[in-house]
């Protein structure tokens, strides 16, 4: 096999998470070659012990599969603040990225980094505890009707529990998901975050044109965000109250009362995974495609906002064809000029094809630094990939080498554009919320006529419903007003 010239992006994401990862409590490495070793061996590791206990579990009784899950426990704050050095804070969410984006990853990184996409051991049920009293003034077994204090799931900073409430209005009893933050996790995301500006200068070197500093800028602006499960809540009520009655994408409800700073409380939704949802048929997957495609650019488009972490294990899937999507630490925000650059982008480059326009439009934003000696055309090509799937009127079917593939043309060093070519503020999370979701759709083998899609979301053509997804919407697009235009 031959040594691939180009690097894929996510490759030097994932090296560069390596070279900056700081253990806390612990002696750091001066061996940068030893530190990149780790991140394999702590993949396997990861890997065996998970799939030990799983296996043990299989043939245990109930008194030794709690046994067995209390051995994972983290007990006090020092130990997570440990396991959050090897496994999460902020550079689990680059790791989660190039794990699922570039299938171009050698074999032993890439399956090194899914194991960031497993839930870590989770903290002990006291230590959560003492996190819900300190935020929100007294023990869970206070504060709810009822508690569970084993944990259902755990993300990058958090883990989830289920619990019951008393609704104030009806007095019925309500079934809520209480995520609880991990404490330490601040410190360790900024261990990391101290260190993101050699993540930046590695970046550099690889690719000239690359200015790294607003780029790093704005993973420390959002990432110091998600610290703060208040700011979570607000985005994630935002997203809820904006969906509301919508026929097939649901965002739970939080409960402010139940909510603070490093505890969030939002109703709790029972669905089917990701990889249950693979095993349904390619229609139903289809249409699982079509929905993750809608609410990115719906949002983006009607809300000037998206979330920003397209993980599999951010969505619920049902046996109606609804998805609901959790998870709103990662939201962005556009303001009205960016957003006049992104829709002058696709117009030009998608719905136009006018690539001189399309140039001007990428200098003035930033993207591509003036001087660039490649013709309009050759500009136009480069940056084209990313439209691909919506550049035509046709059916297309998206696969897991469609993101790769457009990782490594980006970002390939032998093409003079990626001398010029850069990524401003604007467009950092733009890059994460495509590239994740070209993946996703990738690994649904999901087909569909996505240009006309786009034509219903795009507002400068507000095109006609196309699918029957989009039929369904019609009503809740005329009651909201939620850019329900005339049809041209």
């Known amino acids: 096999m031959k040594f691939r010239r180009v690097v894929p992006l996510a ?31 702590l993949g396997a590791s990861v890997g065996v012990s998970y799939a030990g206990t799983a ?17 994972r426990e983290l007990r006090t704050a020092a130990a997570v603040a440990e396991r959050l050095g090897q496994m999460k804070g902020a550079l689990m969410k680059l790791g989660q990225m190039a794990s699922y984006v570039d299938e171009a990853l050698p074999a032993p990184l890439r399956e090194a980094l899914a194991q960031l996409q497993s839930n870590a051991p989770p903290m002990s049920a006291e230590l959560a505890a003492q996190v819900i009293e300190q935020d929100l003034g007294a023990p869970p077994e206070k504060l709810f009707v009822e508690w569970d204090p084993t944990p259902i799931a755990a993300a990058s900073i958090g883990q989830v529990h289920r619990a019951v409430v008393l609704d104030p209005i009806t007095g019925s009893e309500r079934a809520v ?91 709790l939704v029972v669905g089917h995974t990701w990889n249950e949802m693979l095993q349904w048929s390619q229609d139903r997957r289809d249409q699982v495609g079509e929905t993750l495609f809608r609410f990115v650019f719906r949002s983006l488009y009607g809300m000037h906002a998206f979330n920003g972490d397209p993980h599999p294990g951010n969505y619920l899937f049902h046996e109606d064809g609804k998805v609901t999507f959790l ?28 690539v001189t ?58 093409s003079p554009i990626a001398q010029y070519a850069t990524v401003p503020k ?11 979701l070209y993946a996703l759709l990738g690994e ?23 699918t029957a997804l989009a039929e369904a919407e019609q009503e809740w697009l005329r009651a909201t007003q939620h850019g329900a235009a005339p049809h041209r």
Not at 22 to 33: E, G, I, N, Q
Request: net charge negative.
């Open 327 to 354: 998870d709103f630490g990662l939201v962005k925000h556009f303001d009205a000029a960016e957003m006049a650059t992104f829709i002058s982008m696709v117009k030009a480059a998608a719905y136009e094809h006018d």
């Open 177 to 267: 998901a209480v995520k609880v933050q991990y404490p330490g996790v601040g410190d360790a995301v900024a261990a990391d975050l101290r260190n993101a500006d050699l993540l930046g200068m590695l970046l550099q070197q690889g690719f000239g044109g690359l200015n790294p500093d607003e780029m790093v800028g704005e993973v420390k602006e959002r990432l110091i965000e998600e610290l703060d499960y208040r700011q979570e809540a607000r985005n994630q009520q935002l997203f809820a109250d904006y969906y509301r009655g919508h026929p097939f994408i649901h965002v739970p409800d939080v409960l402010p009362a139940f909510s603070g700073q490093h505890v969030i409380t939002s109703e």
């Open 444 to 466: 649904l083998r999901a087909t569909g006529n996505y240009r006309r899609i786009a034509e219903e979301l795009w507002p400068f053509v507000a095109g006609p419903p196309s």
């Open 11 to 41: 490759l030097v994401v994932g090296i560069a998470a390596v070279a900056i990862r700081k253990r806390a409590a612990r002696v750091f490495r001066t061996s940068r070659s030893q530190r990149n070793t780790d991140l394999v061996m």
């Open 357 to 414: 326009a399309f140039r001007r439009v990428v200098e003035a934003a930033g993207m591509l630094r003036p001087g660039c000696p490649s013709t309009d055309a050759e500009v136009g090509e480069y940056f084209s990939q990313f439209y691909e799937s919506v550049r035509d009127d046709k059916p297309v079917t998206w696969s897991g080498e469609y993101a790769s593939r457009i990782v490594r043309h980006t970002f390939d060093r032998t």
């Open 55 to 71: 296996a043990r579990k299989l043939f245990a009784s109930a008194e030794r599969r709690v046994e067995l899950d209390q051995d």
């Open 426 to 436: 604007a467009f950092v999370f733009i890059q994460r919320i495509n590239l994740g």
